[in-house]
């Protein structure tokens, strides 16, 4: 069993695309185990996109991800990191396939709905800079044994 994080960006918010991208998850077998509403600070923007800095768009990366509400969200399941970024699809909506929900919603690649941790280490990172450990809510699924 996997946890992966997950946050819907500042798009996905303005767009009201909360409901449909959270049940896209819950369909899929996944658990949610912790959310939460909130604007990302330029340190956790920072810290977030570490891997990005001196790229030619971070500036525009930080300045996005930092421009209202996002959701951020730990979800966890059998490969939960695999399954969150196929639910996903690719960075450039032009390349992610029908179906998936930047091929779904979104045309542009600095507007693309959501992020998804890449890595077991990129999950464990990026829960960390937005949930204390005790924020984790564990509980078991009636269905669970069924997905
Ligand atoms: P995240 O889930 O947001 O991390 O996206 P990703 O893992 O699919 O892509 P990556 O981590 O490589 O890049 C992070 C974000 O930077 C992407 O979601 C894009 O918004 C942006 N980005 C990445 N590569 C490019 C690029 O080549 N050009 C531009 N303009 N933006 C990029
Ligand atoms: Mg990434």
Redesign the pocket.
Known sequence: VERTFIMI?PDGVQRRLIGEIISRFERKGLKLIAAKLLKVSEEQARAH?A??AG???YP??IE?ITSGPVLAMVWQGVDAIQHGRAL?G??NPLEAAAGTIRGDYGIH??R?L???A?SKESAEREIAIYFAPGELVDYELAQHHWI
């Open positions: 960006k996109y891997e990005h790229k030619p768009f525009s990366l996005f996903i690719k960075t690649t600095n693309n959501i992020h998804g890449d």
